[in-house]
């Protein structure tokens, strides 16, 4: 069971906008600004797209962006396109458990 | 640049130890704010964090595995090695080692491709 809940999927059309969330407690996401955002497609590596709730690595589309509201973060991509269907995680630094910990893992369908 | 490479065994048994090597190059780990993760992912299944050392030798385990887990690093060889005891079939998985730094404190930007890892008799 992972530290931080994620919905299992979620799916949207081509050009639409969608948002992932991501709940944790006041233990992470409620109280400290480290959320980061991770995509993953099959059999690849995951990459960083949003770090510190709302930043953007160099290279990261602006269609992607983060947010958090008390101890739940998001995630939303607009304009959806083909190429963003993947795995999506969430993750927190924690001062509970382990120092960082991850969600469950969204799979975001483009339908 | 920046890249991690991770190596080890493919195959292990059960109880036995498992030695990752993470080989780091573009940068080195005795600079100041580099971080080295080791992040592993179950067949299908999610992330799951378990360690990271720091360039200043702070080392950080996950609550769940840390009697397991020791992790340690050779800035000669410009390597991050992970030991992980008593290694059981739901162990398997595919193994990562990830780079941040003080800049990113928390979000992973470079990653290596992975070792795969099975544990069976």
């Known amino acids: 069971q992972s530290a931080l809940t994620q919905p299992a999927s979620v799916s949207g059309s081509p050009g639409q906008s969608i948002t992932i969330s991501c709940t944790g407690t006041?233990?992470?996401?409620?109280?400290?600004?480290?959320v980061s955002w991770y995509q993953q497609h099959p059999g690849k590596v995951p990459k960083l797209m949003i770090f510190d709730v709302s930043h953007r690595p160099s290279g990261v589309s602006n269609r992607f962006s983060g947010s958090k509201s008390g101890t739940t973060a998001s995630l939303t991509i607009s304009g959806l396109q083909a190429e963003d269907e993947a795995h999506y995680y969430c993750s927190s630094y924690s001062s509970y458990n382990s120092p960082l910990v991850f969600g469950g893992g969204t799979k975001l369908t483009v339908l | 640049q920046v890249t991690l490479k991770e190596s080890g065994p493919a195959l292990v048994k059960p109880t036995q130890t498992l030695t990752l090597t993470c080989s780091l190059s573009g940068f080195s780990l005795s600079t100041n704010g580099m971080r080295v993760s080791w992040i592993r992912q179950p067949p299908g299944k999610a992330l799951e964090w378990l360690a990271r050392?720091?360039?200043?030798?702070?080392?950080f385990y996950s609550t769940s595995l840390e009697s397991r887990l020791t992790i340690s690093k050779d800035t000669s060889k410009n390597q991050v090695v992970l030991t992980m005891t008593n290694m059981d079939p739901v162990d398997t998985a595919t193994y990562y080692c990830a780079r941040s730094t003080t800049a990113i404190m928390y979000g992973m930007e470079v990653w290596g491709q992975g070792t795969t890892v099975t544990v069976s008799s």
């Open positions: 006041s233990s992470d996401v409620g109280n400290y600004n480290f």
């Open positions: 050392i720091d360039w200043d030798d702070a080392k």
